[in-house]
């Protein structure tokens, strides 16, 4: 199979809206793809390498060298170039990545650079989610879906879940199992906006959990062996030694557990978000440890001592849980089935500072990889009104509509970014923007287009962080597009120092 092949797919799968037909077209590339690099064209397909690391930044790809006329690369060929790059260290390393790259680059045509820049950097927008591709192998391998949803929670990649259905079956499927050690794919929680109707999705008998606003970690100890991952799966170990020590303290052989780490100020309120992330995230955390320490709080086990629990009720689950962890590393948590405890449980997190509460169905599994009803997160929802000080013109399925929308807040006569989003935005939405904003416009500078400060818009959003992009210092956390308001002016919309409040509320 050519590259060329996959970039045509992939431009295929943006271009349509149909889910079938995405599932159609990643579903006959990976059929046409030879045995031995299946592997590969499904992370391909997935919008990520096979690699974790590669090397290759934003500069890295400034200047590249002119595009091939004919189509010559192989999936599996980009897949070895990128081992040999991500295996380049020390003296003459940048030399020779520089080299490399522009010999990757230089075999590819216009289209397949494109693509593969897109690949390397994160930043490919295809419109194929994992569980998508998920759903073409099993239609791929003629293999029951529920076979490759099953092996897929015990595998950090599609790709390795392909490779073993399209070449060995359901059988292959089911050598996919927990192993300590080796990460487990997080289960997810659904959203609701308010106690209430939290509690119908998940049933009236719950475990409330306080949601805290950290990292993710997953942690697998085996003997004195610990390793800690994140929600994506990166191993994080080195950079989380207060995690370690916890795990070790525990009275267990060998132990599996889901959790959040967070760093906590002296009055046991959480710190900005983003100092966790600089700990659990920087390659210097464990250096920052004195400055910034860490809190780990763990709300699931999945293995303990031999015995999976991974499809075992969530009170045995935590069950297990409370009789392994101490009281002060187990998440605040409420075991109820009555409404008002739950809902002043709300209030309380809340007013311990953190982002509200995860309600848990007591009788289902671990349902790994997976959002469903059997999770459901409630969090206060924050608005701002703000006025949209440039756009950005949309790709892939946006192609040809203004999408992404730069937020501010006014200060005096001025206003201040506060960052971006393009999220909640529906196909009407796009189209009344696009000519409102052309409206609006004062200028050009690559794909941005300025506007004169005019059009209010009402956002939602998780939170504020610290942000030295921005004049303002901070910076809107998964901020969406609620709705525009033509009701208001822009003298009227939401100030710096309104937004600075939020942060000290």
């Not at 800690?228 to 020590?245: H, K, N, Q």
């Not at 132990?255 to 046991?268: F, Q, S």
């Not at 320490?293 to 935590?318: E, K, M, N, Q, W």
């Not at 392994?324 to 002043?344: G, H, K, M, N």
């Amino acid at each position: 199979m050519l590259l060329a092949q996959l970039v045509e797919t992939s431009a295929a799968v943006t271009a349509t809206r149909s889910r079938l037909q995405k599932r159609a077209l990643l579903a006959a590339a990976l059929r046409a793809a030879d045995p031995a690099e299946v592997e590969v064209v499904a992370s391909y397909l997935s919008g990520r390498p096979r690699q974790r690391r590669t090397g290759i930044g934003w500069r890295s790809l400034a200047e590249l060298p002119p595009p091939a006329t004919t189509p010559t690369l192989t999936p599996a060929a980009v897949d070895e170039a990128l081992d040999e790059l991500g295996a380049l260290a020390g003296s003459g390393s940048q030399a020779a990545r520089a080299a490399a790259v522009a010999a990757l680059f230089g075999a590819a045509t216009a289209p397949e650079q494109q693509f593969l820049g897109g690949l390397v950097l994160g930043e490919l927008r295809q419109g194929a989610l994992d569980a998508l591709l998920l759903d073409a192998i099993a239609e791929a391998a003629g293999v029951p879906l529920d076979a490759v949803r099953r092996a897929a929670m015990f595998s950090a990649l599609s790709g390795p879940i392909a490779q073993a259905a399209l070449t060995g079956g359901v059988e292959a499927l089911t050598a996919f199992r927990l192993e300590v050690g080796r990460p487990v794919r997080p289960m997810l929680a659904a959203a609701a906006p308010d106690v209430a109707a939290a509690l119908e999705k998940t049933g009236p008998a719950v475990a409330a959990d306080g949601k805290i606003d950290g990292i993710r970690v997953q942690v697998h100890r085996a003997g004195d062996d610990v390793a800690v991952f994140t929600r994506s799966l990166d191993d994080i170990t080195d950079r989380v030694p207060e995690v370690v020590e916890a795990a070790r303290e525990l009275a267990v052989d060998a132990v599996v557990l889901d959790g959040e780490a967070i760093a906590l100020g002296p009055d046991g309120r959480p710190r900005p978000f983003q100092e966790t992330g600089s700990r659990t995230l920087s390659r210097d955390g464990a250096a920052l440890r004195a400055e910034v320490p860490l809190t780990v709080y763990f709300f699931d086990l999945l293995h303990l001592d031999g015995r999976d629990l991974i499809d075992s009720p969530a009170t045995d689950r935590f069950a297990a849980l409370a009789e392994v962890v101490p009281e002060r590393s187990v998440v605040p948590r409420r075991l109820t089935a009555a409404a008002d405890e739950v809902q002043e449980f709300f209030a309380e997190m809340l007013a311990r500072g953190h982002e509200g509460l995860v309600l848990k169905n007591l009788q289902a599994p671990y349902d790994a990889g997976r959002r469903g009803s059997a999770w459901v997160k409630v969090k206060p929802r924050h608005t701002l009104d703000l006025v949209v000080l440039a756009v950005e013109w949309g790709s892939g399925r946006r192609q040809g509509w203004l999408s992404n929308i730069h937020l501010g807040a006014r200060d005096g006569d001025d206003f201040v970014m506060l960052g971006k989003t393009f999220k909640g935005m529906t196909d009407e939405m796009l189209a009344w923007q696009t000519q409102r904003f052309l409206e609006l416009e004062t200028g050009r500078h690559g794909h941005v287009v300025t506007l004169r400060p005019e059009q209010v818009v009402e956002v939602a959003f998780d939170g504020i962080q610290r942000s030295p992009r921005y004049p303002g210092g901070m910076a809107l956390r998964f901020a969406r597009v609620l709705r525009y308001r033509d009701d208001k002016t822009a003298a009227e919309a939401d100030t710096v120092d309104t937004v600075r409040a939020l942060t000290q509320g």
